[in-house]
T-cell receptor, first 116, second 112 residues
């Protein structure tokens, strides 16, 4: 079974631009979560989507948004990029039965975003 | 905030057992203990989880104290490929709140 895939793997943008990152979960996994990892703040939860609906949200500004499609693929968007948005963005998927997530999440390799 | 406390770093000789401690003194009765690890430049990898009984799988063993206030992850025969940051997490499993709160983790160095 293929793992979680994220595209692109690397991205360079300039301040003020916007960016869209993509995540394809493991087949059959309907929950997708996004995390931001920086050297200073570590791994931080952004949001989680299930059945095309945002189910949980972390403490990030509204510039960070996401969506999920009917095939469970997810995208996250960051508008008006700031230097501090430079980070590794990780996507994780998990299996859901009757609305309840399974015990473990499976992470993708991440997208490394550099804002200059 | 993370509900766990881990040492920032540890060393272990290759071939020996690596014992990684974790304190979670405020753990609730319905919270599980999870361990993930992150090898450099990769996404975190699930290792094991448990509620109150000791658990073992092909990767590791998890020992949880009787009062559940601490636990130890054991890698029985550490190899150089086990060099990574190990995260101990407490989380209510099987509910709608699927976010994981990561702490700083323990950076494990396997020494040849």
């Amino acid at each position: 079974k293929a793992g979680v895939t994220q595209t692109p793997r690397y991205l360079i943008k300039t301040r003020g631009q916007q960016v869209t990152l993509s995540c394809s979960p493991i087949s059959g996994h309907r929950s997708v979560s996004w995390y931001q990892q920086t050297p200073g703040q570590g791994l931080q939860f952004l949001f989680e989507y299930f059945s095309e609906t945002q189910r949980n949200k972390g403490n990030f500004p509204g510039r960070f948004s996401g969506r999920q499609f009917s095939n469970s693929r997810s995208e996250m968007n960051v508008s008006t990029l700031e230097l501090g948005d430079s980070a590794l963005y990780l996507c994780a998927s998990s299996f859901v039965r009757s609305g309840v997530s399974s015990y473990e999440q499976y992470f993708g390799p991440g997208t490394r975003l550099t804002v200059t | 905030d993370a509900k766990t406390t881990q040492p920032p770093s540890m060393d272990c000789a290759e071939g020996r057992a690596a014992n990684l401690p974790c304190n979670h003194s405020t753990i609730s009765g319905n919270e599980y203990v999870y361990w993930y690890r992150q090898i450099h430049s990769q996404g975190p990898q699930y290792i094991i989880h448990g509620l109150k009984n000791n658990e073992t799988n092909e990767m590791a063993s998890l020992i949880i104290t009787e009062d559940r206030k601490s636990s130890t992850l054991i890698l029985p025969h550490a190899t150089l490929r086990d060099t990574a940051v190990y995260y101990c997490i407490v989380r209510v499993a099987g509910n709608r709140d699927d976010k994981i709160i990561f702490g700083k983790g323990t950076r494990l160095h396997i020494l040849p």
